[in-house]
């Protein structure tokens, strides 16, 4: 086997969306991802030795992210910075509150949703890049976003504020870029609506906790959902864009 010259690490790379591009990226020769989520998953193993890459599973629950930012700093430093040819990193995962107004939300599920979708992303992509700072590697972050970053929906403030802020700090970071040497691109997307276990808890809600749930529902009925592995290809597609970065914020549902 070729030594993998494409780092990738990619977070909740153990089911829906994240699961699809995981498997995608490992399908690609010379791709070496690094998958982190909750719990391992065995499958993905062979996936890699399938399409002849490499593949490191960290279980970690990014509801607490420093210890995972603080491995992949120390991950990246040990590597020989001439190893790879290009090194992403994708803030894949997400958790969603229980749909309901914010005045009867539990601070639990407030503050695990800020870490998982908002804290965790920063502290890794800024571990990505302080531990890449003199690699010569074409470096990306890809933020996974929603299109709830720029809309409103009642029920929804812990997660709208989240894909709102993923958002702005991937403005920031493109901004930064600009006056370094190698500078990151860094290009927040909006995947579009997927069929995933997060669409699935919004169909499930309470009406009278979340007003939008019939909206919701409309979608799964008319079929108008998208499977995780179609979006997946999109995803990839866009990452692999001789353009990727010229737009730091991307719609793949716009016209």
Not at 85 to 108: C, E, K, V, W, Y
Request: hydrophobic share 45%; aromatic share 4%; glycine share 8%.
């Amino acid at each position: 086997m070729n030594e993998p010259r494409h780092l990738t690490i990619i977070t909740g790379a153990s089911r829906g969306l994240g699961r699809a591009i995981a498997s995608l990226l490992l399908e690609q020769p010379g791709q070496h991802l690094i998958a982190i989520s909750r719990s391992s998953d065995p499958s993905l193993m062979n996936l890699g030795v399938i399409g002849r890459s490499e593949i490191e599973q960290w279980a970690h629950d990014l509801s607490d992210p420093i210890p995972v930012a603080a491995r992949l700093v120390d991950y990246l430093l040990a590597k020989d910075p001439s190893r790879f040819s290009t090194a992403t990193i994708i803030n894949n995962a997400g958790l969603m509150a229980p749909p309901r107004p914010l005045g009867r939300s539990s601070f639990d599920d407030i503050v695990q949703c800020l870490r998982v979708g908002l804290e965790a992303p920063m502290l890794l992509s800024s571990a990505f890049l302080r531990g890449t700072t003199e690699w010569p590697a074409a470096r990306k972050i890809l933020n996974i976003s929603s299109g709830l970053g720029s809309m409103a929906r009642a029920g929804q403030a812990p997660y709208c504020a989240v894909k709102a802020g993923l958002d702005h700090f991937t403005r920031v970071m493109a901004l930064e870029a600009v006056s370094q040497p190698n500078g990151a691109k860094a290009v927040s997307l909006y995947p579009g609506v997927v069929d995933t276990e997060m669409q699935a808890e919004l169909r499930r809600a309470d009406p009278a906790e979340f007003p939008e749930v019939s909206r919701f529902r409309a979608l799964k009925e008319k079929g108008l959902l998208e499977s995780p592995e179609a979006a997946a290809r999109k995803v990839i597609a866009c990452l692999n864009g001789g353009d990727f970065g010229a737009k730091t914020i991307v719609d793949l549902a716009a016209p």
